[in-house]
């Protein structure tokens, strides 16, 4: 039978780890809630000053082609997963993806990378 004085000794370590551990995890907790504020917040004022430096209409045309670069990298990830998934062989997605004339749409878009609109 083990004495009374170990069962205590046990229960007040067992105690005072799990206040360490608490005490890590809020730790970590704040660094990686602040992480992602400073990167929420910056993205946001990011995007602020882009459109004040280029303007509301040239963003607008900005934000229209990223979503067509965004639904083209979609439609070709589809394609080639399905094309994957029949078994399909070959070049899976030829004539899907942002580089290609779509139905009813005139192809060849040919706005800059934004990156080069200030070199």
């Known amino acids: 039978m083990p004495d009374l004085l170990s069962i205590l000794l046990l229960a007040i370590i067992l105690v005072i780890s799990l206040k360490v551990l608490d005490y890590a995890r809020r730790v970590i907790m704040f660094w990686v ?14 995007i602020a000053w882009y459109v004040y430096r280029v303007g509301v209409e040239s963003a607008g045309r900005d934000l229209g082609w990223l979503w067509g670069v965004l639904e083209g990298f979609v439609e070709d990830f589809q394609a080639r997963s399905s094309a994957a998934t029949t078994g399909s062989g070959g070049t899976a997605g030829v004539g899907s993806g942002w580089g290609a004339a779509k139905k009813g749409k005139s192809g ?11 070199a």
């Open 33 to 46: 809630s602040l992480a992602f504020r400073l990167v929420f917040w910056g993205s946001i004022l990011g």
């Open 108 to 118: 060849g878009y040919t706005r800059p990378w934004p990156w080069q609109l200030y």
